[in-house]
């Protein structure tokens, strides 16, 4: 038996942007549909951010966060709100695997690890389980966990706490995989083994990419 499969039971993902990235960013999309509309905002994704916590949470769907950022913006009709979810919601879900991501998957999956994604988004599990599949990776995962569906978010300690119980995993025999420091905080102050692929933002450890987390993981055993 590896010997990792004796001392860690499992390793919660998170998803965009450590998995996957967006073939456009939303906020590269945001700019460049104000352009074509002749619109100058200054920092317009300061106020998607603010709207958008209420939708990772499941109080509030992505339409009604479409529509209540374009009425704090002064954008709003209901002609230009169609036109714009409807480019939204092709950019969210247009993705693609980052370097390394599905060998390093591939690779966990024969040593036995158990594989969780615990994700801040407006996008359900079954939605990102969608997506998965297309990209050849839904198989990796035992549980698929979006922050819409439960009501919180990663950074709520006692509810991540909460996340580890549901999937029967000790603190100390789990690893945290993640890509920006907002992330962490929950899984830092529990303390559990946090791993990034972002130098210099508080990790325990630090990959350039996922196909180093299994040797990683080996050493660290």
Do not use: Q
């Not at 109080?59 to 954008?75: E, S």
């Not at 839904?138 to 999937?167: E, H, P, Q, T």
């Amino acid at each position: 038996m590896d010997v990792w499969r004796r001392v860690m039971k499992a390793v919660i993902f998170d998803a965009s942007d450590l998995l996957y990235i967006r073939r456009m960013g939303r906020y590269a999309f945001l700019k460049k549909l104000l352009k074509k509309k002749g619109l100058r905002i200054k920092n317009p994704w300061i106020v998607y951010d603010v709207i958008n916590r209420y939708s990772k949470i499941g109080a509030i769907t992505r339409r009604r966060l479409i529509d209540n950022f374009l009425k704090v913006l002064g954008l709003y009709s209901p002609e230009f709100a169609e036109e714009y979810y409807h480019i939204y919601e092709k950019v969210k879900s247009s993705i693609i695997l980052l370097p390394r991501v599905k060998e390093g998957l591939e690779e966990l999956y024969r040593m036995g690890v158990k594989l969780y994604v615990f994700s801040d988004s407006s996008t359900t599990s079954m939605e990102k389980l969608e997506w998965f599949k297309k990209l050849g990776i839904a198989k990796y995962f035992d549980k698929v966990i979006c922050s819409c569906d439960v009501g919180y978010l990663k950074s709520d300690i006692k509810k991540f706490s909460n996340f580890l119980r549901m999937i029967n995993v000790r603190k100390k025999d789990a690893v945290f995989v993640y890509h920006e420091l907002g992330d962490v905080v929950s899984a830092k102050l529990l303390g559990v083994t946090c791993v990034s692929i972002t130098k210099g933002i508080c990790e325990d450890y630090y990959i350039k990419h996922l196909g180093e987390l299994p040797d990683l993981l080996r050493r660290i055993s």
